[in-house]
């Protein structure tokens, strides 16, 4: 849908009803006016946003910089002091600001040291471990649009659906 461009479908289920044409026309000059009025107030906003976002981002970008810069470093020191900083058995401890430690990610699998995952996929092949193998296999929808013909797409359980809407316009050319 393009900027401008309002597109519905009717319902029956609707419930104001337009009595005659000049109503119609009524109508169809309030949608414009009522995007133009549109326009203006989401270029407000996004001025706004753009304003708040140019003011905050740097001293935003500046922080999470510093924060990563330090957690490093807390690390660093932190790592081989280990045995010193936690109770036996623990991963973490805290400060009066903090909480602080060591936690495990989420499981996942990775190429052992000289493996790479296409040797990974022949061995699963060549020691019938397909089970373990994901194939994906979806219709090229574009292609056969393009280079099968309607009448023999209904062979091929398909067809070809285009749907009808109404839309409204604004004018942008001026009546000088």
């Given at each position: 849908?393009?900027?401008?461009?309002?597109?519905?479908?009717?319902?029956?289920?609707?419930?104001?009803?337009?009595?005659?044409?000049?109503?119609?026309?009524?109508?169809?000059?309030?949608?414009?006016?009522?995007?133009?009025?549109?326009?203006?107030l989401q270029a407000?906003?996004?001025?706004?946003?753009?304003?708040?976002?140019?003011?905050?981002?740097?001293?935003?970008?500046?922080?999470a910089r510093e924060i990563a810069r330090l957690t490093k470093m807390a690390e660093q020191w932190a790592s081989p002091r280990r045995d010193e900083l936690?109770?036996?058995g623990r991963k973490s401890s805290t400060t009066a600001l903090t909480t602080y430690g060591y936690r495990l990610g989420q499981p996942s699998l990775k190429p052992?040291?000289?493996?790479t995952w296409d040797k990974v996929v022949a061995l699963l092949k060549s020691t019938r471990r397909r089970a373990y193998l994901v194939t994906k296999v979806t219709p090229d929808k574009e292609a056969i649009r393009l280079h099968v013909?309607?009448?023999?797409?209904?062979?091929?359980?398909?067809?070809?659906?285009?749907?009808?809407?109404?839309?409204?316009?604004?004018?942008?050319?001026?009546?000088?």
């Open positions: 849908m393009t900027k401008g461009k309002i597109r519905t479908t009717t319902k029956a289920t609707d419930q104001q009803v337009i009595k005659d044409q000049d109503e119609f026309c009524r109508t169809l000059d309030d949608i414009a006016r009522k995007g133009v009025e549109l326009d203006t407000a906003k996004e001025t706004a946003m753009q304003q708040v976002l140019t003011e905050h981002d740097p001293k935003i970008s500046e922080l936690f109770a036996r052992a040291p000289g493996w013909k309607p009448h023999k797409l209904a062979k091929l359980g398909m067809q070809i659906k285009q749907e009808e809407t109404f839309y409204v316009e604004r004018s942008t050319r001026s009546d000088d």
